[in-house]
């Protein structure tokens, strides 16, 4: 069974930034596309970042020049740097990976900007 563990979130005031972190229990080699995605109080949960096996990366245009995925192989870690930090991007974040056969996710971890 894949786990997902994220960390990192907590509460931020405007403008600040974090780290998200996912690690996996297996080699995330073995997922073809790993990312994240985020679900505000009352609304869907909606695709933040993500990052293919091969590395191509692609964003939710809200996040575009403040957040960066990026992947550490050898550590099976997923992470999501997150800079300018606004209310709008409170929310639940959650990890997931991608195989051929179905997706997993992890807990979540919440994010909390204050304005």
């Known amino acids: 069974q894949v786990q997902l563990v994220e960390s990192g979130g907590g509460l931020v005031q405007a403008g600040g930034s974090l780290r998200l972190s996912c690690a996996a229990s297996?080699?995330?080699?073995?997922?073809?596309?790993m990312g994240w995605h985020r679900q505000a109080p009352g609304k869907q949960r909606e695709l933040v970042a993500a990052?293919?096996?091969?590395?191509?990366?692609n964003y939710a245009d809200s996040v575009k020049g403040r957040f960066t995925i990026s992947r550490d192989n050898a550590k099976n870690t997923v992470y999501l740097q997150m800079y300018s930090l606004k209310p709008e991007d409170t929310a639940v974040y959650y990890c997931?990976?991608?195989?051929?056969?179905?997706?997993?996710w992890g807990q979540g971890t919440q994010v909390t900007v204050s304005s």
């Open positions: 990052i293919s096996s091969g590395g191509l990366t």
């Open positions: 997931r990976a991608t195989s051929l056969v179905r997706d997993y």
């Open positions: 297996h080699s995330i080699f073995s997922f073809n596309a």
